[in-house]
């Protein structure tokens, strides 16, 4: 009886690991392996302004990339602006993306983001897109709500990154599914911005482009200084908030 009630025990241990498990959300391309992709907000107090150590969600606060790719010169301009959305009954803040190639704006982004207090979690809430050709808007490719055919807000940044941990930012079936691995806690990287010690470096990768893959790097009360080949020119708050 005392062998039959171990085996019992023993079966019911293993089907509640079984559902405790993350689905294995890379099954399907050649990367099976697991990653989070549900997340409890239930006892958040959500806010729209805060930071972590890695991300800062200020109003006016503003980072400048620059760098290139392939053949083209690019400017990358990152701003928090005094803008909100509620999302869902969450209040989320708007950050503003300007991309340009070769003096030619290229896409402009308003990205939704909230901190899930007290821990200071930042979490993604979708984004609007104007993706631009010859100075006119050509399309809005990659644009996604949370609460709006089945997308659900991403973890994008959680105020104690762990090594090894994979979880994702984006999570808009068919349209944005980025996530993201945490691969170092012990990079360092100079740029025109300064020199940067003990920094958080990543890797992004989507089930909707299989190939595609990028490296980011992050600094203890910066925020991202280097974003694949773009790296950091200036931040901080130049001006009043931007309305």
């Not at 803040?93 to 402009?108: A, L, P, Q, Y």
């Amino acid at each position: 009886m005392k062998i039959r009630s171990i085996f019992l025990m023993l079966a019911i241990l293993a089907l509640c690991a079984a559902i405790l498990v993350p689905a294995a959300t890379g099954a399907g391309t050649k990367d099976a392996r697991l990653w989070t992709d549900r997340f409890d907000t239930s006892n958040c107090a959500w806010s729209s302004t805060g930071k972590n150590d890695f991300f800062i969600l200020k109003p006016g606060y503003q980072q400048v990339f620059e760098g290139r790719e392939e053949k083209e010169s690019v400017h990358l301009e990152i701003t928090v602006l005094m803008e909100t959305r509620n999302i869902g009954g969450v209040e989320t803040r708007v950050i503003e993306e300007k991309e340009s190639h070769n003096g030619r704006i290229e896409e402009i982004s308003r990205n939704l983001y909230a901190v899930c207090g007290p821990g200071n979690d930042v979490f993604y809430f979708g984004e609007e897109v104007d993706m631009y050709k010859d100075g006119k808007i050509s399309g809005h490719e990659g644009a996604w709500t949370a609460g709006t055919g089945g997308a659900r807000a991403g973890l994008f940044m959680p105020a104690r990154p762990l090594l090894g941990a994979r979880f994702y930012q984006e999570i808009a079936p068919g349209v944005a599914m980025d996530r993201v691995e945490i691969l170092s806690d012990s990079e360092s990287l100079t740029t025109p911005a300064g020199a940067f010690g003990e920094c958080l470096k990543t890797e992004e990768t989507t089930p909707v482009e299989p190939d595609a893959k990028e490296n980011k790097i992050y600094a203890r009360g910066i925020g991202m200084i280097q974003d694949g080949s773009l790296v950091l020119v200036k931040h901080g708050f130049p001006s009043a908030p931007k309305p």
